[in-house]
């Protein structure tokens, strides 16, 4: 079990390391905010798996809560740049 919380540790290392370039670098809004919804994933999963290890629940609430923002976050962004991507909407 050590070292396959060591792998996961480590994949989800890179996840967020790559997750915070693209943030930095991306050329449009709209990749990072791909981006910041990956690397909540990747937290949501490393929350996850330390939560596997330790065989504890109490980290669920958190969980649920940091996927919603996610998701609350994702969709109002891509509304914004649907109405402000010059659409003709009448």
Do not use: K, N, W
């Not at 937290?43 to 996927?67: F, K």
């Amino acid at each position: 079990m050590t070292f396959v919380a060591y792998v996961c540790a480590v994949l989800l290392g890179l996840t967020g390391i790559l997750c915070i370039v693209r943030i930095v670098r991306g050329p449009t809004m709209l990749d990072r905010t791909i981006a910041a919804d990956v690397f909540v994933a990747a937290c949501v999963g490393a929350i996850g798996v330390e939560a596997a290890i330790g065989r504890h629940s109490t980290t669920l609430p958190i969980l649920v809560a940091l996927a919603l923002i996610a998701f609350l976050g994702s969709v109002s962004i891509a509304r914004y740049a649907a109405h402000s991507g010059g659409s003709t909407q009448r």
